[in-house]
């Protein structure tokens, strides 16, 4: 069972929602769209399900050229992030309520709504209504009824955005273990990549309506194609540094260079970005080699357990996730290191050239 979209394509009103894209879904897999917001993950997801139509281009499920064919007719579940339930009925009305239109026999209702409700763990709430429920066992009710279906397509689209952090937590724990039991084609897009590193299987970055990588999570996340899928695919952002090559050394300004060697001793002379991960970025300097900046505080966020610090770098935005508490008025001047196992490099084309050894450097 494959969902396999071939070239296709959504324009509205002269824009550009999606450009080509070409992707193969597979049974049993989870699939994380990540991108921000308006990168096109919805429009890309309705597509999918047949809730719009592409502009060009094919979509088969197992081959089969669905590409007009209402949504209707196919084997599609949709959770959205807010929480869609009939509010007068109860949980085990809304969970039966699509076996009910398809007009299934009472026994198979009873059999599959009890088995979707032991999986969501809604069993002590079924004779409640879903106003009646916490907002994390609501979506637990939307999530039941996609799952009754038995579909071979579940799209989530932010199915988790409303909730608080806990219950977000929780469901993100769970989700996999959910999507393990179903066997369907999981689609899950989401603004976050500790979301997408959370619940594995793979991911594809989507920037401007663009699929800018599609393969398996860590590997995307390690192995950026290029400097877009590596901003994305980073929260914060990943930090960036213009650099050269100059014979047998990459220089990084203000002085600071590494030896081109190993992974760097073949790339041409000329002109590079250098990405470091936001995490990467310290204020005491690390053991062994470590690449020394210059810095002045713009802002800080203290969360309790992590600091953001924002910073400038002769005109560049950076950003530091450190840990703890660190209370530093803007303008500050301050020192910074960064381990350059950790540190990427792309050409001006923004392609990948060089990816950081670190295994870790994720």
Same mark, same amino acid.
């Given at each position: 069972?494959?969902?396999?979209? &071939?070239?296709?394509?959504?324009?509205?009103?002269? #824009?550009?929602?999606?450009? /080509?894209?070409?992707?193969?879904?597979?049974?049993?897999?989870?699939?994380?769209? +990540?991108?921000?917001?308006?990168?096109?993950?919805?429009?890309?997801?309705? +597509?999918?399900?047949?809730?719009?139509? =592409?502009?060009?281009?094919?979509?088969?499920?197992?081959?089969?050229?669905?590409?007009?064919? &209402?949504?209707?007719?196919?084997?599609? !579940?949709?959770?959205?992030?807010?929480?869609?339930?009939? =509010?007068?009925?109860?949980?085990?009305?809304?969970?039966?309520?699509?076996?009910?239109? #398809?007009?299934?026999?009472?026994?198979?209702?009873?059999?599959?709504?009890?088995?979707?409700? !032991?999986?969501?763990? +809604?069993? =002590?709430?079924?004779?409640?209504?879903?106003?009646?429920?916490?907002? *994390?066992?609501?979506?637990?009710?939307?999530?039941?009824?996609?799952?009754?279906?038995?579909?071979?397509?579940?799209?989530?689209?932010? /199915?988790?955005?409303?909730?608080?952090?806990?219950?977000?937590?929780?469901?993100?724990?769970?989700?996999?273990?959910?999507?393990?039991?179903? *066997?369907?084609?999981?689609?899950?897009?989401?603004?976050?990549?500790?979301?997408?590193?959370?619940?594995? *299987?793979?991911?594809?970055?989507?920037?401007?309506?663009?699929?800018? #990588?599609?393969? /398996?999570?860590?590997?995307?996340?390690?192995?950026?194609?290029?400097?877009?899928?590596?901003?994305?695919?980073?929260?914060?952002?990943?930090?960036?540094?213009?650099?050269?090559?100059?014979?047998?050394?990459?220089?990084? @300004?203000?002085?600071?260079?590494?030896?081109? +060697?190993? &992974?760097?001793?073949?790339?041409?002379?000329?002109?590079?970005?250098? @990405?470091?991960?936001?995490?990467?970025?310290?204020?005491?300097?690390?053991?062994?080699?470590?690449?020394?900046? #210059?810095?002045?505080?713009?802002?800080?966020?203290?969360?309790?357990?992590?600091?953001?610090?924002?910073?400038?770098?002769?005109?560049?935005?950076?950003?530091?996730?450190? =840990?703890?508490?660190?209370?530093?008025?803007?303008?500050?001047?301050?020192?910074?290191?960064?381990?350059?196992?950790?540190?990427?490099?792309?050409?001006?084309? @923004?392609?990948?050239?060089?990816?950081?050894?670190?295994?870790? !450097?994720?």
């Amino acid at each position: 069972m494959t969902l396999e979209l &071939r070239g296709v394509t959504k324009v509205v009103g002269g #824009q550009v929602q999606i450009h /080509p894209t070409d992707l193969v879904l597979r049974k049993g897999t989870m699939n994380v769209l +990540l991108g921000p917001t308006l990168a096109g993950k919805t429009t890309l997801m309705r +597509l999918m399900a047949g809730l719009d139509q =592409p502009t060009a281009g094919r979509v088969l499920w197992d081959e089969q050229d669905v590409t007009g064919v &209402r949504v209707q007719d196919r084997g599609v !579940a949709m959770v959205y992030q807010q929480f869609i339930n009939y =509010p007068s009925m109860t949980v085990w009305d809304n969970i039966a309520s699509p076996l009910r239109l #398809q007009g299934r026999p009472r026994a198979e209702i009873e059999e599959r709504v009890t088995r979707a409700a !032991a999986l969501m763990r +809604l069993e =002590p709430y079924l004779r409640r209504k879903p106003l009646e429920l916490s907002g *994390g066992q609501q979506q637990r009710c939307a999530l039941a009824r996609a799952l009754v279906k038995k579909a071979g397509l579940v799209l989530l689209d932010e /199915p988790l955005a409303n909730l608080d952090y806990k219950l977000r937590e929780e469901l993100r724990a769970e989700i996999p273990r959910i999507f393990e039991e179903s *066997g369907a084609i999981f689609v899950y897009a989401t603004t976050e990549p500790e979301e997408a590193l959370l619940l594995g *299987g793979n991911t594809a970055t989507l920037w401007e309506g663009r699929v800018t #990588q599609f393969g /398996p999570t860590p590997e995307v996340y390690r192995n950026p194609l290029d400097a877009v899928t590596a901003r994305v695919f980073s929260d914060p952002p990943m930090n960036f540094l213009p650099v050269a090559k100059r014979l047998a050394q990459i220089q990084m @300004g203000a002085g600071q260079g590494l030896p081109a +060697l190993g &992974r760097l001793a073949d790339l041409p002379e000329g002109v590079y970005q250098a @990405g470091f991960r936001p995490n990467h970025l310290r204020l005491d300097r690390p053991p062994g080699e470590a690449l020394e900046f #210059q810095a002045t505080v713009t802002a800080g966020e203290i969360t309790g357990s992590e600091t953001f610090l924002h910073l400038d770098h002769e005109g560049a935005r950076w950003v530091g996730l450190l =840990p703890g508490i660190r209370d530093l008025a803007p303008g500050t001047a301050v020192t910074v290191w960064v381990d350059p196992a950790h540190i990427y490099f792309f050409g001006e084309d @923004g392609r990948l050239v060089a990816s950081a050894p670190t295994p870790m !450097a994720a």
